[in-house]
């Protein structure tokens, strides 16, 4: 093969095989920070308000959840929310205390007596939750009755 | 004003301000367009034509593929507790559409300029600003007896959204898995801030069972109520401040 | 006879001309060469923009990455192949139809590889991923969209390139072979839909838009140069028979009557491919050079019986309609590169050297000749060489005889040991353009010669008949 055309070949080659390298990670960046909501920090503090977009590709504004990362405390997973492009909180998900063990705070369902449960009435609510009713059903339905009532 | 209309087989009421009877026909277009596309009780929707082999979901439409999309990531997220996919292998996306409706509704009503409203379809529920009465007061259904309320708590700021899952009259989208011989919960009740989310999670914890409802609780920023078969409650710490003396 | 076909030679021009030429062909045929490579690379790349570099960080996933680019490679070389063997004109008037065949040859076994190895590889990867569950690998696998299809479009491109194979070929008669060869349109087509509903690469966007052009390309390049242009310029010329006429015992010269054969540019030197509408002979096309520069309603072919196929032509009857493809081929004026020119031929290879010399600008004192034959018998259209050469004061030389049993050369014996060489015979060879046809082998053997001599390859020309 004369020199000039495996020159050029070997350029092209490696020119295309570069631009779809690129192509490929800007792709992957743009889907890249995964969205979770995770519960955060110490006991009685409030949780972090989690704005997570519904759609499948995540938009610049959200909660992002870092990796573990090793520090002279122990390892933390660290959470950011972002809005209007700005970073406006940052919490710390995970504390591992010298003997590296865990301290996380759970959210846990526990067990819970219906004693001590207030009770309630359809007539002091706005809305009732249920599981999923017909339109059918929907008549004999605490909600209904609520509609009708108009409150 | 209230408003209410029939649409993907159940009942919506949205709850709004005095003059918002505007927007509530708009509302109503969001529900009937998904329900043209993913009814699988209309023959000729996208989503039944793909179930029959007519359509290959590799030319369905866009907005097919978002709601697919969104349903086979939360089936990873939740280990395969959610799923869109029926035991005789057709797709229902039933979990999801709604769900996403019920979000687009909302956002759609903060772009009115409307902030103070509550949407409920078929007993997922989310809401924004202020009740009529104050806070938005929401009651769960006791599911051994459908006339009564097991508790009742307020919506608000980061907990925006209620989704409740119950092996009740459309339990359709919900299939136990199988490593539960029997379904642990009779009803699993969700609070987010987020609609998708807490009907997601209320959908995988009702098949997932109790391992699930620790994962969820345990990734997500959610609070949740789960009615055991036996009647009794397991609730998180946030219900619990909220439903307690 | 040569009165019916007084041709009109297309001149070139002077030197700087034909240099300005020589260096755009070889543009050309560098971009091709280009292309061909960055086409593999392109199939690669493609894996690339989808985030395929992140794709190899188990065992697992490495393995089902490399059987992804694999099966993208094999295939863009598959296509190239394709485009190879369309004998599309850019193609042909850059490298000519021969060389292209021989790079489509090349390729063969490069493309089968990688397609193997597309195939293994991916289920090897779900194997893993299944825990070599036998069971589960072999439904898993099966049950993708299209996958039994893929895998019979697998095995007939295995029977096409083994039954390609030098040492197979042998053993089938020609239309066997082509035959076999023709499933390998089959295979590809049976292997798209796999590719298009299956994986993330080809699934949407850019890339699939891209995957199908090519394939686009590839199709449309034989539909149109090997079936709809000749099938319009057979029509449209009407050709038939219009005389055979003996020119030894076994070779005929057919002359051939149609309209307006100057509109499909063919200059001596080039062949055709023909197709008789006899009993017997239409299902197999012949590519058979002209022998003398056409016109506009006459072209000439000489044959000599050296097998079934050609030795049914011989016996072709006047008023027989003929097809045609073509013309192919750059054994012509317009490769020249050099101020010279050196023309030596064998056998029935003189048929493109005597066409070529007809239709080539020569000027008294550039061009010599020299003919080659082992004996007498072999003479053929030797005398309108020689009056050619004489018309164009061309140097004609015949060299005659048998060559030495003991050595391999390309000369007769008697002139070997006289000390002949091609410097004697050519004392201008370096400053020409040689152009070489006759027998393969023999072929070969001129052109070792030459390239020993200092030739630069973009100097010789030959026109190979066995391909």
Redesign the interface.
């Known amino acids: ?2 020199t ?3 020159l ?3 350029f ?3 020119g ?2 570069i ?3 690129q ?3 800007a ?2 960046s743009t889907t890249q920070p995964s969205v ?5 920090g110490t006991s009685g503090g ?7 977009t ?3 590709v995540a938009s610049a504004d959200g909660t992002y959840t870092g990796d573990d990362v090793n520090t002279r405390f122990g390892s933390v997973q660290v959470e950011i929310t972002i809005s209007s492009g700005q970073i406006t909180d940052v919490t710390a998900l995970q504390l591992t205390d010298a003997d590296g063990r865990s301290r ?1 705070i ?9 004693s ?3 009770a ?3 007539s ?12 059918d ?2 008549l ?5 009755a ?2 009708k009532a ?2 | 004003m ?1 408003g ?1 209309f ?1 649409t993907m ?3 919506a ?1 949205i ?1 709004l301000p005095a003059d918002g009877e505007r927007v509530v026909a708009s509302i109503r277009r969001i529900f009937d367009d998904a329900d043209q596309r993913f009814s699988l009780y209309r023959v000729e929707s996208e989503l039944s034509r793909i179930n029959a082999g007519e359509l290959s979901l590799m030319s369905a439409s866009d907005e097919l593929r ?1 709601a697919y ?2 349903a086979m ?1 939360w089936h990873l997220r939740t280990a395969g507790a959610f799923t869109p996919n029926r035991p005789d292998g057709a797709i229902d996306l039933n979990g999801v559409v ?3 409706c019920i ?1 687009r509704a909302g956002e759609m009503l903060f772009s009115s300029g409307l902030g103070d409203w ?1 949407v ?1 379809v ?4 989310l ?1 924004a600003g202020h ?3 104050g806070e ?6 006791d ?1 051994f007896d ?2 009564a ?4 708590l307020p919506l608000g ?2 907990r925006r959204a ?10 359709d989208h919900i299939w136990t898995l199988e490593r539960d011989a029997a379904a642990e919960f009779v ?1 699993v ?1 969700v609070i987010a ?2 609609i ?2 807490a009907d997601a999670l209320a959908t995988a914890i009702m098949s997932g069972g109790r391992e699930m ?2 994962l969820a ?10 009615v055991m078969t036996d ?10 401040s909220r ?3 | 006879m040569t009165a019916q076909l007084t041709a009109r030679p297309r001149p070139t021009g002077p030197r700087s001309d034909r240099r300005r030429q020589y260096r755009r062909r ?1 543009r050309r ?2 971009l091709l ?2 292309a ?3 086409s ?3 199939a ?11 794709q190899f960080g188990t065992i697992a996933d490495a393995i089902t990455s490399l059987g992804i680019v694999t099966g993208l490679i094999g295939s863009d070389f598959i296509l190239v192949m394709l485009v190879l063997a369309a004998r599309v004109p850019f193609i042909d008037r850059t490298v000519g139809h021969d060389r292209a065949i021989a790079v489509h040859r090349q390729l063969g076994k490069p493309a089968l590889y990688l397609l193997l190895a597309h195939g293994v590889l991916l289920l090897v990867g779900y194997g893993i991923a299944s825990g070599f569950n036998l069971v589960t690998w072999v439904v898993d696998t099966w049950q993708l969209p299209d996958m039994p299809l893929a895998f019979i479009g697998l095995g007939l491109l295995v029977a096409v390139v083994v039954t390609s194979l030098v040492a197979v070929r042998r053993k089938f008669s020609y239309e066997g072979w082509h035959l076999v060869h023709l499933l390998s349109y089959v295979a590809v087509a049976f292997a798209i839909p796999h590719q298009l509903s299956n994986g993330a690469v080809l699934s949407q966007g850019p890339q699939r838009v891209y995957w199908i052009a090519l394939y686009v390309l590839a199709f449309g390049s034989i539909i149109v140069y090997r079936f709809l242009e000749p099938l319009v310029a057979s029509l449209r010329h009407g050709i038939r028979v219009d005389k055979v006429i003996e020119v030894a015992p076994g070779v005929v010269s057919i002359v051939l009557r149609g309209s307006h054969l100057e509109a499909l540019g063919a200059t001596g030197g080039q062949f055709f491919v023909w197709r008789f509408w006899a009993p017997g002979m239409w299902w197999h096309a012949h590519p058979i050079s002209l022998s003398a520069a056409p016109t506009e309603n006459y072209a000439r072919i000489t044959v000599r019986d050296l097998g079934t196929g050609s030795r049914a032509i011989t016996t072709v009857a006047p008023g027989t309609r003929v097809w045609l493809e073509g013309p192919y081929g750059i054994f012509t004026d317009s490769a020249r590169t050099a101020p010279k020119v050196a023309i030596i031929a064998a056998g029935i290879g003189i048929t493109p050297a005597r066409a070529l010399l007809e239709s080539s600008a020569i000027a008294p004192g550039e061009a010599t000749v020299l003919l080659r034959a082992s004996s007498e018998n072999e003479q053929w259209l030797w005398q309108e060489v020689a009056d050619l050469s004489v018309e164009k004061g061309a140097k004609y030389f015949e060299m005659v005889g048998r060559r030495s049993s003991r050595a391999s050369t390309w000369m007769s014996a008697v002139d070997q040991e006289r000390g002949v060489t091609l410097r004697s015979v050519f004392p201008d060879l370096l400053n020409s353009d040689l152009y070489i046809c006759g027998p393969s082998a023999w072929i070969d053997l001129v052109e070792a010669d030459a390239r020993r001599a200092g030739m630069p390859a973009h100097q010789i020309h030959a026109e190979r008949f066995d391909w």
Do not use: H
């Not at chain 1, 409030?46 to 997570?52: D, E, K, V």
């Open positions: 093969m004369r000039r055309a495996a050029t070949s070997i092209a080659s490696v295309v095989l631009i779809g390298w192509a490929g990670s792709a992957m979770t909501a995770t519960s955060s409030t949780t972090s308000t989690t704005t997570t519904t759609a499948t996380q759970s959210n846990r369902a526990a067990p819970i007596l219906q001590e449960v207030i309630a009435q359809s002091n609510v706005n809305n009732v939750s249920g599981a999923t009713y017909t339109s059903a929907y004999q339905s605490l909600q209904s609520i509609d108009g409150l | 209230r209410t029939e087989g159940t009942v009421s709850v978002a999309a969104l990531d709604k769900a996403m979000s509550s409920a078929g007993g997922d529920i809401c009740s009529p009465t938005w007061n929401t009651g769960i259904v599911p459908r006339t309320l097991l508790c009742s700021a980061g209620i989704a409740t899952s119950g092996s009740a009259e459309r339990g009803q009740t801030e987020d998708c989310i409802l620790d609780t345990d990734t997500w920023a959610i609070d949740a109520l789960a009647g009794s409650l397991l609730a998180t710490p946030g219900v619990r439903v307690t003396a | 070889a045929s560098d060469v280009t061909l490579w960055a593999g690379a392109a690669a790349a493609l894996f690339l923009s989808v985030g395929g570099a992140g």
